[in-house]
């Protein structure tokens, strides 16, 4: 069970069923649920499509039911606002009529460089990726219990810069796609969508002692500026809280020069052991 970089660019290429439904192929996976990750981007592209001309601002996914990634999913996109600057979209997944997910998504007109105030949190100090030591894709595959569990996601390379388990579990890692990817800016920013769900799991995890029973609830990207994915980005996070079952992680992405790339949140639902 693997997903190359290949597979993955082919699933982002949703067929157009009419001018606001599209349909996605999915990517292998444990127990053949859906990725969250994966079927979150592949909903901001099918939003991005019926936005054109319109640069990526925002995403906030709700993950409700985990689907079957042995079949396709409809994606339905509802028009909820079309104004001078922004455009905002909402996306429903579906399959056999059940919602597997909602998303919304805004794109924006991008504004004259002289109107702008620009400032942003430095880079964090960090050693070169080249330096640093290959890692497997995913926190679960450094366990030998659950090694290749999670080979789906070795579409991207990293390199862990530094990893601590007790909370808030800081860590961050270099990453970069296991190939080359078009330049296309909204394309880019569903591959960052997708590997910011799938890897802002990890200090969570490690914050709980570990890859346990656990599923993710939510997701929000905020999109500052475009991913250079041809070079490594530097992805720092954390998890800052936990209470009632539920794990809040944070994480800020930047291009290797400095530039914030995105800001990230998601928080994940633990279930009490049941005894």
């Not at 292998?28 to 991005?48: E, R, V, Y």
């Not at 030591?133 to 926190?139: I, R, Y």
């Not at 290749?148 to 990293?158: I, K, P, Y």
Request: charged content about 20%.
């Amino acid at each position: 069970m693997s997903s190359s970089l290949g597979d993955v660019l082919a699933t982002l290429k949703l067929a157009r069923v009419d001018p606001w439904l599209f349909v996605g192929r999915q990517l292998p996976a444990p127990a053949n649920h859906i990725l969250g990750g994966h079927i979150s981007a592949q909903a901001f592209l099918a939003a991005s499509h019926t936005a054109p001309g319109r640069t990526p601002h925002s995403v906030h996914t709700y993950f409700l039911r985990p689907g079957d990634a042995r079949r396709t999913v409809d994606f339905e996109v509802v028009n909820l606002q079309e104004g001078r600057t922004f455009s905002a979209r909402r996306v429903t997944a579906r399959q056999d009529g059940k919602i597997l997910m909602e998303a919304m998504s805004s794109f924006k007109v991008a504004d004259p460089a002289s109107a702008q105030v620009v400032y942003q949190p430095p880079i964090p100090p960090a050693p070169a990726p080249e330096t640093l030591p290959w890692v497997p894709p995913h926190l679960a595959e450094s366990d030998e219990s659950t090694r290749g569990r999670w080979a789906s996601l070795r579409w991207f390379e990293r390199r862990l810069v530094d990893s601590k388990n007790e909370p808030p579990a800081r860590s961050a890692m270099w990453w970069r796609p296991d190939g080359a990817v078009p330049d296309d800016r909204v394309l880019t920013a569903s591959l960052v969508v997708y590997l910011s769900a799938v890897t802002l799991t990890e200090p969570a995890f490690a914050a709980h002692g570990g890859v346990g029973e656990s599923s993710q609830r939510d997701h929000s990207v905020w999109f500052h500026s475009p991913a250079v994915l041809s070079d490594w980005l530097l992805f720092d996070r954390s998890s800052p809280s936990s209470a009632d079952s539920l794990a809040l992680a944070n994480g800020t992405m930047f291009n290797r020069n400095g530039d914030l790339v995105c800001t990230v949140r998601q928080e994940m639902y633990f279930p009490p052991q049941r005894v």
